[in-house]
T-cell receptor, first 114, second 113 residues
């Protein structure tokens, strides 16, 4: 079946530091890949997505590139802010997934200190 | 535009009491609907999903049940809560027939004492 493995946290960075959160996946075919963000006490919201190999998703300074050869979708940001503190989830939807069900990683907690 | 709302946001219930969490979606028709649970410090576990009225699929055996009495209404229930039912419950929807992103509600924090 499909699976997502993401970098274990928590991750603590200083403001303006470079961020990488690793995500690798196992899936048949050509899944769509997503990063969601969850701020404290809230539901998840889509951060960015990529639907085919070599696509780059980007939003709010975050980027991730769909690498089929390494089955990866690592999240990066060049300069983090305190407001980026949240839990980040990598997820996929497989091409043969029933009812559009998503498979999620366990989440990575990011804390950015001023 | 589409919106999703779930309630209540927070509740504290004794062991053995019933549960009802409700979720509604506006601005779309025939959505796929989902209930997830998020235990403290852990990822999301899919509990139920529905592709249409009255159609419920369960992902894990448990003490909970779900119902979809209307196209855009999804209800999570229990007859008798257990301590292990404590957690953060999230309702979500996605567009039917499209392998696209999920749109989540605000979440409901349940504490069973």
């Amino acid at each position: 079946g499909n699976s997502v493995t993401q970098m274990e946290g928590p991750v603590t960075l200083s403001e303006e530091a470079f961020l990488t959160i690793n995500c690798t996946y196992t899936a048949t075919g050509y899944p769509s890949l997503f990063w969601y963000v969850q701020y404290p006490g809230e539901g998840l919201q889509l951060l960015l997505k990529a639907t085919k190999a070599d696509d780059k998703g980007s939003n709010k300074g975050f980027e991730a590139t769909y690498r089929k050869e390494t089955t990866s979708f690592h999240l990066e940001k060049g300069s983090v802010q305190v407001s980026d503190s949240a839990v980040y989830f990598c997820a996929l939807i497989g091409t043969n997934t029933n009812a559009g069900k998503s498979t999620f990683g366990d989440g990575t907690t990011l804390t950015v200190k001023p | 535009s589409q919106t999703i709302h779930q309630w209540p946001a927070t509740l504290v219930q004794p062991v053995g009491s019933p549960l009802s969490l409700e979720c509604t979606v506006e601005g779309t028709s025939n959505p796929n609907l989902y209930w997830y649970r998020q235990a403290a410090g852990r990822g999301l576990q899919l509990l139920f999903y529905s592709v249409g009225i009255g159609q419920i699929s369960s992902e894990v055996p448990q003490n909970l049940s779900a119902s979809r009495p209307q196209d855009r209404q999804f209800i999570l229930s229990s007859k008798k809560l257990l301590l292990s039912d404590s957690g953060f419950y999230l309702c979500a929807w996605s567009q039917s027939g499209v392998a696209g992103e999920l749109f989540f509600g605000e979440g409901s924090r349940l504490t069973v004492l």
